[in-house]
């Protein structure tokens, strides 16, 4: 009868904390066993993980499972989804229910520490923004005393908005509604002046969901700090490192301008770089407990992480986001890839 | 023969021993259970205990019967929570009731109609998920035009998709109340009470949805009351309200209080719902709770603690109540 995600979210963290042992450091062994990688996503967020037309998971963030499935199995399409909601994505990488969280989840000093938690490195850097109707003819988030305010519960979101408005010293009323659906019909019904979350996730929305899109705008400013990162349980490094390299091949990848069609032609380069990158130089890949064509079969299956980007957020989907702050600082942006040596 | 065998072989000893050995067992399951999880959650890190009770809670309520700002603690928010959660169950009670009552005595009236009407009303609803009624109501609600076109029935009356706003009396001055007019400021209708969209779609949803149930309840209970008692009551010159005032709902109760206990029970039990169409209850703040501080057991154990509270204290209420209007046989 009742729909109450947060106690079947502390049913499973009761559940599987009984259920099983902590095994430190032996999350690759179990993954390896299993023989498929255990991948927490959202249930449904265009551009980051939602099914496409044939079913089959798509997204920016449904790439790092991907790139993680590759670089553990030499293939891409070992991952099992896990659907997850706001509320229950924590607790269920914390009861070991999933491998690894992919979910457009916020990097934050609670989550990173007393929720036992460890991000890897941002997939996104985002910020939280605001759509309005374009009849308000609203410039500035500055302009929303008073305001009502739609917006998800169990996110940062939430917490952001309450602070922004009270350094500025502005009054709001928010509306929280748990499901991403009815929230945004409220939203387009006229029920809130505003919608808060996520610039991308708006991008998202008013792609997917407004009748006309054009009769709706995000406003300039955001008013916080989201880098989206992946997160593993706290206490196995070894699992950290994989996802976090994996992450940085893609990077690196397109650093060094390779991409999934080249990346055989780059595997004959005599770029030492590159040969130490795609295992042509053996190494990395029995540092990190992988084959040591690990990095060369994410490229291959997954792509760079430029090609990552476009395909699901950027200028070859609906969402059409700008690189931004997700350019690599080649170009001005924050991706940087650490040296894969 | 043995003290020990002879005492084995008293039925009331054995019985005793029976049942040390099984509270015995719950106990000590309930204690592994405890220990067991709070091992494991030290083991990965997890934060446990209470402590973030007293942190600020750093995120905003929407409506609520105290003051609340962000600036105040998880235990003040949560508590902001259970009195939505008290206010709508509360309400809910007594409207299903109203209506309930008034559906179930109608479905039995000669008029036909009446009577068929009543009958649709009782089927469609008790056989529609309650989730779904709320989407309906509240798409109903969020369907009125906006604020800066609000229909205005009568003066400083106002309803929008912002809700119903009404003059309200304010008290500040001290002394002698001053009428509160609403006025539309900006984005939204300042001064007044506002009824909000999201608090009058989930009472009119848990109300009509229950005074369904509370209807059939009450039709039961009439009819079981012996047609003679009516009859007689007829004869002795009592009008039709008088005899249904005196004879027969004073007899019918005895029927119709244990179920509606439990539909009471009902109503509390549903109106967490309410995090369906962001009507701010126990559940939906202890929700974002969990969610900034990840301490999801505590939150849970709390909720279905006072949860746990609310329907032993009105099933407690509802058995006194029942003895009461129970027949005593003399």
């Not at chain 1, 066993?33 to 959202?42: E, M, R």
């Not at chain 1, 659906?181 to 996730?201: I, V, Y």
Request: glycine share 10%; hydrophobic share 45%; net charge positive.
């Amino acid at each position: 009868m009742k729909l109450i995600p947060a106690m079947a979210a502390a049913a499973l963290v009761a559940g599987s904390v009984l259920a099983q042992p902590a095994h430190a450091g032996a999350t690759l062994d179990a993954v390896k066993a299993k023989g498929f990688l255990q991948c927490g996503v959202n249930l449904g967020l265009y551009g980051f993980s939602a099914p496409d037309a044939k079913g089959n998971w798509a997204g920016l963030d449904v790439d790092v499972c991907r790139a993680v499935a590759a670089a553990v199995f030499g293939d891409a399409s070992k991952v099992k989804y896990t659907p997850l909601s706001a509320q229950q994505r924590l607790p269920a990488l914390q009861s070991g229910e999933i491998d690894l969280l992919a979910r457009n989840t916020t990097w934050t000093l609670t989550r990173d520490t007393a929720n036992g938690l460890d991000f890897t490195t941002p997939s996104y850097f985002d910020g939280q923004g605001f759509m309005v109707s374009k009849k308000l003819g609203l410039k500035s988030v500055k302009e929303l005393n008073g305001a009502t305010v739609c917006v998800l519960p169990g996110t940062t979101t939430e917490q952001n908005l309450s602070d922004f408005f009270r350094a500025n010293k502005m009054s709001f009323k928010p509306v929280v509604i748990e499901k991403n659906e009815e929230l945004n019909s409220a939203f387009f019904s006229g029920r809130c002046d505003a919608l808060s979350s996520d610039a991308s996730q708006l991008a998202g929305i008013r792609a997917g969901q407004a009748s006309n899109p054009e009769d709706w705008v995000i406003l300039p400013e955001l008013i916080s700090k989201e880098p989206l990162a992946p997160a593993v349980r706290q206490g196995d490094p070894q699992w950290a490192d994989l996802v976090r390299w994996s992450q940085f091949a893609m990077v690196y990848a397109e650093e060094k301008g390779v991409t999934s069609k080249s990346v055989a032609e780059a595997a004959k380069s005599p770029d030492p770089d590159l040969q130490r990158l795609l295992g042509v130089t053996a190494g990395n890949g029995k540092a990190m407990g992988v084959d040591e064509k690990w990095a060369y079969n994410i490229i291959a299956q997954v792509g760079n992480y430029g090609e990552s980007f476009e395909r699901n957020v950027g200028k070859d989907s609906n969402l059409k986001l700008s690189r931004g702050l997700n350019a690599l600082y080649t170009n001005g942006g924050l991706m940087y890839a650490m040296p894969p040596r | 023969m043995g003290g020990l065998a002879g005492l084995w072989g008293s039925r009331r000893f054995r019985g005793l021993v029976y049942q040390a050995l099984v509270i015995g067992g719950v106990i000590a399951v309930g204690g592994w259970l405890v220990r067991n999880t709070l091992t494991n959650l030290e083991l990965r890190g997890i934060a446990t205990g209470f402590g973030f009770l007293g942190r600020e809670a750093g995120f905003d309520i929407s409506e609520s019967l105290i003051p609340y700002t962000p600036a105040d603690t998880y235990a003040r928010a949560l508590l902001v929570g259970l009195l939505n959660t008290l206010l709508i169950s509360a309400l809910g009670i007594v409207f299903a009731t109203l209506i309930g009552t008034a559906v179930g005595v109608m479905r039995l009236s000669g008029n036909w109609l009446m009577a068929r009407l009543c009958g649709v009303y009782v089927e469609a609803v008790r056989n529609v998920p309650l989730l779904l009624q709320l989407f309906v109501w509240y798409g109903l609600v969020t369907t009125l035009p906006g604020a800066r076109q609000a229909l205005n029935p009568l003066p400083g009356v106002f309803l929008s998709n912002r809700g119903l706003v009404i003059p309200g009396l304010d008290w500040s001055g001290g002394g002698w109340p001053v009428l509160d007019l609403p006025r539309l400021a900006g984005f939204n209708f300042t001064g007044g009470l506002t009824l909000s969209p999201e608090f009058a779609a989930l009472l009119a949803g848990l109300t009509v949805y229950t005074a369904a149930f509370i209807a059939e309840i009450v039709r039961a209970g009439i009819l079981s009351v012996p047609k003679g008692q009516v009859e007689a009551a007829r004869a002795l010159g009592l009008s039709k309200g008088q005899t249904l005032r005196l004879v027969v709902l004073p007899q019918a109760l005895r029927v119709i209080v244990p179920p509606l206990t439990s539909q009471y029970l009902n109503v509390t039990k549903n109106s967490p719902l309410a995090i369906a169409i962001g009507y701010p209850d126990l559940v939906a703040v202890s929700n974002t709770a969990i969610n900034q501080t990840g301490q999801a057991v505590e939150s849970v154990a709390l909720v279905m603690g006072v949860f746990l509270c609310i329907s032993l204290g009105l099933s407690a209420l509802m058995n006194w109540y029942n003895k009461r209007v129970a027949l005593v046989s003399k």
